[in-house]
């Protein structure tokens, strides 16, 4: 007979039990089962199940009378606590192989685990993104297969963004994300997606490349002033072009928003070169831009 533990059990704890157990059940097991394995009550394993099951951890199927519990596919695999490289190989590979679906069930599943949600985009998503650029480079991607693989990093950066839990919002705390060049695209977005799950009211513009003309300066501040006119508190305008000539211009342009705004204007930028009235701070990747801004707000909050 089976010794049941009746303790308080955190989700981690459950459900590093139930993976270890599943993941050799190729027939799966019944919730009774499953508590006679794990040595946790029948009422914590049911109550557990069903959360994990919504989490798009494990998945049910109907036998008679019976629910017999398995892992969705690629679960078995990863580890918990989460290891963040394991993900993105395995994300990377899932989207290789055209599975798309399950790529998106990983990313949902693994969200809704205890772990830091940027680091899904920073050290998931954009590295995934970044090895497919590699592939490419190499001759292993074609270009039809290029353009396929981003647009579905973009598809991927939104099921963060529809599938994280924000913090609670952050008072007088506002980012703009805009991209110089194509190729930035990504970051851009993770950016705009990053602070809004640490609470920042955060927009993203999109790339404006094509839009940069002898006008286009007034049309973006007068943007500026649109969205931020009546704000108060900290503005950072984040730049993200690996080209001089975009990433000149918008830093040009948003530095002329200084004291024309009720806030503090802050412009930080990831680009390949620095002008001479250059940005606030320039960063080297997205996690040290984000840690920038966040020090900024801290200092005048």
Not at 142 to 168: C, M, Q, Y
Not at 225 to 252: A, D, H, Y
Request: with cysteine; charged share 25%; proline share 2%.
């Amino acid at each position: 007979m089976a010794v049941y533990m009746y303790r308080r059990y955190t989700l981690d704890e459950v459900k590093r039990k139930i993976v270890d157990v599943l993941q050799n059940a190729g027939t799966g097991l019944s919730g009774i089962e499953l508590a006679d394995k794990t040595g946790i009550n029948r009422m914590t394993i049911s109550k557990y199940l069903d959360v994990m099951n919504a989490m798009g951890l494990v998945k049910k199927k109907k036998v008679g009378t019976v629910n017999v519990w398995f892992l969705e596919t690629g679960i078995a695999d990863l580890e918990f606590p989460v290891n963040y490289t394991q993900v993105q190989q395995r994300l990377l590979e899932l989207a290789l192989a055209g599975e798309e679906e399950q790529a998106r069930r990983l990313l949902v599943s693994v969200l809704n685990s205890n772990v830091d949600q940027v680091k899904i985009l920073t050290d998931v998503i954009l590295p995934a993104a970044n090895t497919a650029g590699e592939l490419y480079s190499r001759g292993r991607l074609g270009k039809t297969e290029r353009a396929h693989l981003s647009a579905l990093v973009g598809e991927f950066i939104d099921v963060v963004k529809f599938n994280a839990h924000p913090a609670e919002p952050r008072m007088n705390a506002h980012v703009l994300c805009v991209a110089g060049t194509e190729d930035r695209v990504h970051v851009a977005k993770s950016a705009a997606v990053a602070f809004r799950i640490l609470g920042w009211d955060s927009r993203y513009i999109g790339n404006v490349e094509q839009d940069i003309d002898p006008f286009f300066d007034i049309d973006f501040q007068r943007y500026l002033s649109r969205v931020w006119g009546n704000k108060r508190g900290l503005m950072v305008v984040c730049i993200f072009s690996s080209g001089e000539g975009p990433g000149k211009f918008l830093t040009s342009t948003a530095r002329t928003m200084r004291g024309r705004l009720k806030g503090e204007l802050r412009v930080a930028a990831l680009a390949s070169a620095e002008t001479d009235e250059g940005p606030d701070y320039v960063a080297k990747d997205l996690q040290s831009m984000v840690d920038w801004c966040e020090r900024q707000y801290a200092s005048i909050s």
